[in-house]
């Protein structure tokens, strides 16, 4: 049984930092691309950020494009979002997603495992 749980979410203030982790389980995690996506209040789930199987290759929503970064261990089976320089529309459930692909990966259709999500709320 696969499972995906993130933690490391709160509440934080505008120009802040948190690091959020998803640990896997259930599946054999460096054959799987890893993604984060968010869903805030009202609105549909976008992308964020996601990671190749090897963690060489990163790509990133243009929102968060030199806030955010993403990271992988594949010893540990765990995939990470730094977020610094936190701000106020930053603030959703942030969901990570294992893809067996390896191109089009801001898809979140292409994801077959996802996490039960984690808040982010930021301050203004």
């Known amino acids: 049984q696969v499972q995906l749980v993130e933690s490391g979410g709160g509440l934080v203030q505008a120009g802040g930092s948190l690091r959020l982790s998803c640990a896997a389980s259930?599946?054999?995690?460096?054959?799987?691309?890893m993604g984060w996506f968010r869903q805030a209040p009202g609105k549909e789930r976008e992308f964020v950020a996601a990671i190749s199987r090897s963690g060489r290759s990163t790509i990133y929503a243009d929102s968060v494009k030199g806030r955010f970064t993403i990271s992988r261990d594949n010893a540990k089976n765990t995939v990470y979002l730094q977020m610094n320089n936190l701000k106020p529309e930053d603030t959703a459930v942030y969901y990570c997603?294992?893809?067996?692909?390896?191109?089009?990966?801001?898809?979140?259709?292409?994801?077959?495992?996802w996490g039960q999500g984690t808040q982010v709320t930021v301050s203004s």
């Open positions: 259930g599946l054999t995690f460096n054959s799987y691309a």
């Open positions: 997603a294992a893809s067996p692909k390896i191109a089009g990966l801001a898809y979140s259709s292409l994801y077959d495992y």
